[in-house]
């Protein structure tokens, strides 16, 4: 009868070992490997969001400054440009004879490019999201008698207004006129 109740002790103290769970030290360890991977999963989460961001700022930029210059190229390809050299990029604004719309005005007015078309109200070309913090154009060949073609070099700072970081892209084109006036009266 000993024989079997102390058989039976050591076969509970058995279960009783293979029962017994995990120890503090196991779950402190366990927790702390788990945090560190919560944070590095998170650490990459808001890397990418600001990654985003940055790209949605860029791409605003980019959007509003090609609207701009795309508008002010159709204008400058078919207008009359006439005594405005400015070979040093010094001019802020330009003036443009129009066929069909006529004079107009392009400037920088509190970072948003405006028009004005023959003398009227300014109107805004570009969208409030993104500053030009400097608008230029050269300006050669607009003089009467310098038998070249007039051509315009617009230079443009835009950055985003919106978002923690200020971006900024430098931007240039040029333009050639072509005074299409002359073109339908000397045939």
């Given at each position: ?64 400054s090609l609207l701009v210059l795309e508008e002010m190229s159709r204008d400058m390809r078919v207008s009359k440009i006439s005594n405005q050299e400015s070979p040093n990029c010094t001019a ?75 971006l900024q892209m430098n931007i240039q084109t040029s333009v050639a006129s072509r005074d299409v006036f002359d073109e339908f009266q000397n045939p």
């Amino acid at each position: 009868m000993k024989h079997e109740t102390l058989k039976k002790t050591i076969q509970d103290s058995r279960f009783k070992i293979q029962e017994r769970g995990f120890t503090i030290v196991e779950v402190l360890v366990t927790s702390l490997i788990f945090s560190v991977m919560a944070l590095a999963v998170s650490a990459i989460f808001i890397q990418i969001i600001n990654i985003e961001r940055r790209g949605f700022s860029v791409q605003k930029i980019q959007d509003n400054s090609l609207l701009v210059l795309e508008e002010m190229s159709r204008d400058m390809r078919v207008s009359k440009i006439s005594n405005q050299e400015s070979p040093n990029c010094t001019a802020s604004s330009i003036t443009l004879v129009h066929p069909i719309k006529g004079t107009l005005v392009y400037q920088a007015i509190n970072g948003i490019i405006q028009r004005s078309v023959s003398g009227g109200n300014y109107l805004d070309v570009s969208s409030s999201d993104v500053n030009f913090t400097r608008m230029n154009f050269c300006i050669l060949g607009s003089l009467p008698n310098d038998n070249q073609s007039p051509r315009i070099t617009v230079v443009m700072s835009v950055q985003n207004r919106i978002g923690k970081e200020i971006l900024q892209m430098n931007i240039q084109t040029s333009v050639a006129s072509r005074d299409v006036f002359d073109e339908f009266q000397n045939p």
